[in-house]
């Protein structure tokens, strides 16, 4: 079955067949649509067939992901959050979810919109958003939302855990500043310590662009008023990058001689 059709058929079982249904964009393991409800307009989330397990425990099955992702959405702080989120029995399981204004910070940047002196004022931001998420401790058991390193009760924070450019939703300001709309895709959230959450854009931008690193962990201390241990972050950047060169030797495409460079350190 195509996306479309998958998506014709999960509407009709939430019983609103003359709904209808925008492709948005495709994550590497969920389908998006923007859907015009009786009820107003909403996101849609419906699992890929071909999408990705979870890197953390591929077990994990898509209902726990998207419930996963509702528990961390709603103990978020400070945060732009996609709201009133629901999951759905529907087969496959999916989720429904309020629409957030703004484009992908990595849209932006493809688009030509981001040069390197704005970048680093998106990253400033992200990395006060990052901050204000990594304010929510762990409490008891942790819920439906499981430990990264195992840290104890007190110690370990809240985890976006796919923390990226093209998680976050933003838009220009005016006096040439960025508004973060929005943080989505949560499905990855778990407990752990906070530099575990730097290594997406450690990846992403900061290998290739230690200016925008800077101004990432200036925004975040703004906030947080703690030292980021930036060796931590490096550690934990390698290491995923030597995992994931090993499994696709190709992936990485233009930044893929970076990526091999920064491994060998590790």
């Known amino acids: 079955m195509d996306r479309e059709a998958l998506a014709r058929s999960v509407i009709e079982q939430l019983g609103e067949p003359s709904a209808r249904a925008i492709h948005a964009r495709d994550g590497r393991e969920h389908h998006l649509f923007r859907v015009h409800f009786a009820s107003g307009e909403r996101m849609l989330k419906i699992p890929r067939a071909d999408g990705l397990a979870d890197p953390f425990d591929p077990g994990r099955s898509s209902a726990e992901r998207l419930l996963g992702e509702g528990v961390a959405i709603s103990l978020a702080r400070g945060i732009p959050v996609p709201g009133n989120y629901r999951v759905h029995e529907t087969e496959p399981v999916c989720a429904t979810m309020e629409v957030l204004p703004g484009q992908t910070a990595e849209q932006a940047l493809e688009r030509g919109q981001l040069d390197e002196a704005t970048l680093a004022r998106v990253c400033l931001q992200m990395g006060r958003t990052l901050a204000a998420l990594h304010s929510v401790r762990r409490t008891g058991d942790g819920g439906l939302l499981p430990s990264l390193d195992g840290e104890g009760e007190g110690h370990a924070r809240l985890l976006h855990l796919d923390f990226h450019l093209g998680n976050v939703l933003g838009r220009p300001r005016i006096g040439a500043g960025w508004e973060i709309t929005g943080v989505v895709d949560w499905t990855c959230a778990r407990w752990g310590p906070p530099e575990a959450d730097f290594v997406e854009m450690q990846i992403g931008v900061f290998i290739r662009n230690p200016g925008?690193?800077?101004?990432?962990?200036?925004?975040?201390?703004?906030?947080?008023?703690?030292?980021?241990?930036?060796?931590?972050?490096e550690r934990r950047a390698g290491l995923e990058l030597k995992k994931r060169l090993a499994i696709a030797p190709d992936e990485g495409g233009e930044a893929r001689g970076y990526w091999q460079s920064f491994a060998d350190r590790f």
């Open 212 to 233: 925008a690193r800077d101004a990432f962990i200036a925004g975040y201390r703004q906030v947080s008023l703690r030292a980021v241990d930036v060796a931590e972050v």
